[in-house]
């Protein structure tokens, strides 16, 4: 069973319009969030997080919301760059020192 | 301090051999994680430790893989009778006391 799905398997986006990326969970027990971003050929890097106790967190271009009644989550980026090019993955943790979930990722372009 | 170094990065070997991969985390990150990812999907949980303390492994890890972390330092993941579904990135991260994970570039396993 997928505890956290990632249903657009890529999105395509204008350079300068804002990109969304979506992320829905399964296991209410999760109460922390995670976004990162791969690159071909590299590890996963860390973009964003969020705590269960908010509803938005705010790091530069990139924002995350998270509707707890929906148990759904979602990356915004705006402005997007062509450098934004990659593939995000949502991530889930329950609590403290437990193994982190992983989506199965969206393959995000970003046009010139 | 130089991120989480995996080695070797690159591992070709025949059906049945055994094959071993290393993992250095972050100086003082206690946790440790091994993720295994195929093409086109996220990265898939295998095995965590607090320290030298296994916590969970995964069941879709069979008996031929096995994993230590002595002295709560580097790790190694062993994979014994490899099989060609073997064939994939193998990810190690490791993470001080917050939800984030900070990935190696991977070991990508061949088997032929």
């Known amino acids: 069973d997928q505890q956290v799905k990632q249903n657009s398997p890529s999105l395509s986006v204008q350079e300068g319009r804002i990109s969304i990326l979506n992320c829905d969970y399964t296991?209410?027990?999760?109460?922390?969030f995670l976004w990162y971003k791969k690159y071909p050929a590299e590890g996963p890097t860390f973009l964003i997080s969020i705590s269960s106790i908010k509803d938005k967190n705010e790091d530069g271009r990139f924002t995350v919301f998270l509707n707890k009644s929906a148990k759904h989550l979602s990356l915004h980026i705006v402005p997007s760059q062509p450098g934004d090019s990659a593939v995000y993955f949502c991530a889930a943790e329950g609590t403290s020192y437990d193994k982190v979930i992983f989506g199965p990722g969206t393959s995000l372009s970003v046009i010139p | 301090d130089t991120g989480v170094s995996q080695n070797p990065r690159h591992k070709i070997t025949k059906r049945g051999q055994n094959v071993t991969f290393r993992c250095d985390p972050i100086s003082e990150h206690n946790r440790l994680y091994w993720y295994r990812q195929t093409l086109g999907q996220g990265p898939e949980f295998l095995t965590y430790f607090q320290n030298e303390a296994q916590l969970e492994k995964s069941r879709l890890l069979s008996d031929r893989f096995s994993a230590e972390r002595p002295k709560g330092s580097f790790s190694t993941l062993e994979i014994q009778r490899t099989e060609q579904g073997d064939s994939a990135m193998y990810l190690c991260?490791?993470?001080?006391?917050?939800?984030?994970?900070?990935f190696g570039e991977g070991s990508r396993l061949t088997v032929l």
């Open positions: 991260a490791s993470a001080a006391n917050t939800g984030e994970l900070f």
């Open positions: 296991n209410s027990m999760f109460d922390y």
